[in-house]
């Protein structure tokens, strides 16, 4: 069984630039949830997608923008990047049922210089 | 906001027990999850407790009071590898998981 995975794993980018981060659901989980964490914090819930429709979303602006695909793997995008958007960002995948825990990838770590 | 409350550090001793505790606001509350997470890595699972009262699973324990919006997690014969951050993370609705800025804890010899 596939765990979840992300790419890149470490990412560079520019203020003012824009970036996709990626992320692999594991085997049949169907829905995907998006958590940023800046260092020595907790993850903050950033957007969910349920069978390709978000399904709820955080305090977070709309440059941050999302999609789920047929195959349920998903795209993280943010535009007009900040500096403060430097932080790590986690995929998790669950089954869709109620009590079912995250499942995390090992996350893509951004700088924004 | 979701106000979830945690010591943000604790120390404690190869082989003694450690009581983590978690403070949460009730509204729309369905179950609460604990996760581990060591330094650089992902979050991991450890429990998720939806009624009141504690579920064991090995060396770690997880208690719930849906009525006082509480959780503590329990950590027995703690070893140097049990060392990384403990993540109270309450569900509010279908699959919609928060989570609190964490304990970190530091299991000396």
């Known amino acids: 069984e596939t765990g979840v995975t992300q790419s890149p794993t470490h990412l560079i980018k520019t203020r003012g630039q824009q970036v996709t981060l990626r992320c692999s659901s594991q085997?049949?989980?169907?829905?995907v949830s998006w958590y940023q964490q800046a260092l020595g914090q907790g993850p903050q819930f950033i957007f969910q997608?349920?069978?390709?429709?978000?399904?709820g979303r955080g305090n977070f602006p709309p440059r941050f923008s999302g999609l789920q695909f047929p195959n349920y793997s998903s795209e993280l995008n943010v535009n007009a990047l900040e500096l403060d958007d430097s932080a790590l960002y986690l995929c998790?995948?669950?089954?869709?049922?109620?009590?079912?825990?995250?499942?995390f990838g090992n996350g893509t770590r951004l700088t924004v210089t | 906001g979701q106000n979830i409350d945690q010591p943000t550090e604790m120390t404690a001793t190869e082989g003694a027990i450690v009581q983590i505790n978690c403070t949460y606001q009730?509204?729309?509350?369905?179950?609460l999850f604990w996760y581990q997470q060591h330094a650089g890595e992902a979050p991991t699972f450890l429990s998720y407790?939806?009624?009141?009262g504690l579920e064991e699973k090995g060396r770690f324990s997880s208690f719930l009071s849906r009525s006082k919006g509480y959780s503590y997690l329990l950590l027995k014969e703690l070893q140097m590898k049990d060392s990384a951050s403990y993540l109270c993370?309450?569900?509010?609705?279908?699959?919609?998981?928060?989570f609190g800025i964490g304990t970190k804890l530091q299991v000396i010899p």
């Open positions: 998790a995948s669950s089954p869709g049922q109620d009590n079912s825990p995250l499942h």
């Open positions: 085997s049949g989980h169907n829905t």
């Open positions: 997608y349920y069978r390709e429709e978000e399904n």
């Open positions: 009730t509204s729309g509350f369905n179950g």
């Open positions: 407790n939806v009624l009141d």
């Open positions: 993370a309450p569900e509010r609705g279908y699959q919609k998981v928060t």
